[in-house]
């Protein structure tokens, strides 16, 4: 158990529809990063938050939005889903933003668009 | 850009051989970190070993070690006495500094199968 939470572990839903999925990080941990991992995309970054603030951005959609909010939680929005997004996202967190801070991952949501 | 190479889709190996999974990386900052991470059929990133740039000496981690070779640009995983528990995809990682901000690259994983 690395300390990451997520929720929720499975989400089914329909095109167009938008949701939200939800991470805590390990106690302590300031940063929180979410990635997307899917069969033709493989593991890709997507946003880091560090102490409520947006950090770095990577490869995500505009339909796509984060945030951090003061208790450290961190939310993923997904809205005008498509059928490509389905992929199993996670949530990691390091105590800071340094090059050697590792990262520990949530255990994912599975997002299935249908 | 920075970028990570593992050429091995799959490897095969029988209980307590050791095995060696391949990394190559490319970046042109002086200071970064390697990573290998786990992920089991389950689906959870595990956490395995970590390298920095500047470390001289080479990361173990009980069964992990890291075979870093700086010149050559790679960071191999060595995984000594394999258990079949440790069947599952390996990734390998750079910590990419992006902006203000710093980030995990990953290269296409390798899938290791432990047999008995």
């Known amino acids: 158990d690395s300390g990451v939470t997520q929720t929720p572990k499975h989400l089914i839903t329909a095109t167009g529809q938008r949701v939200t999925l939800r991470c805590s990080p390990r106690s302590g941990d300031l940063s929180v990063y979410w990635y997307q991992q899917s069969l033709d995309q493989g593991l890709q970054f997507l946003i880091q938050y560090y102490n409520g603030e947006e950090r770095a951005k990577g490869n995500i959609l505009e339909r796509f939005s984060a945030q951090q909010f003061p208790d450290l939680h961190s939310e993923l929005n997904l809205s005008s889903l498509e059928l490509g997004d389905s992929a199993l996202y996670f949530c990691?967190?390091?105590?800071?933003?340094?090059?050697?801070?590792?990262?520990?991952f949530g255990p994912g949501t599975r997002l299935t668009v249908t | 850009a920075q970028k990570i190479t593992q050429t091995q889709p799959g490897m095969f190996v029988q209980e307590k051989e050791a095995v060696t999974l391949d990394c190559t990386y490319d970046?042109?900052?002086?200071?970064?970190?390697l990573f290998w991470y786990k992920q089991p059929s389950s689906g959870e990133m595990i956490f395995l070993i970590y390298q920095g740039s500047y470390d001289e000496q080479n990361a173990t981690e009980g069964r992990y070690s890291l075979n870093f070779q700086k010149a050559r640009k790679s960071a191999n995983l060595v995984i000594s006495a394999s258990q079949l528990g440790d069947s599952a995809m390996y990734f390998c990682a750079m910590r990419e500094l992006n902006q203000a901000g710093t980030a995990l690259i990953f290269g296409k994983g390798t899938t290791l199968s432990v047999s008995s």
């Open positions: 970046t042109s900052d002086q200071s970064y970190g």
């Open positions: 990691a967190s390091s105590v800071g933003t340094g090059s050697t801070y590792e990262q520990y």
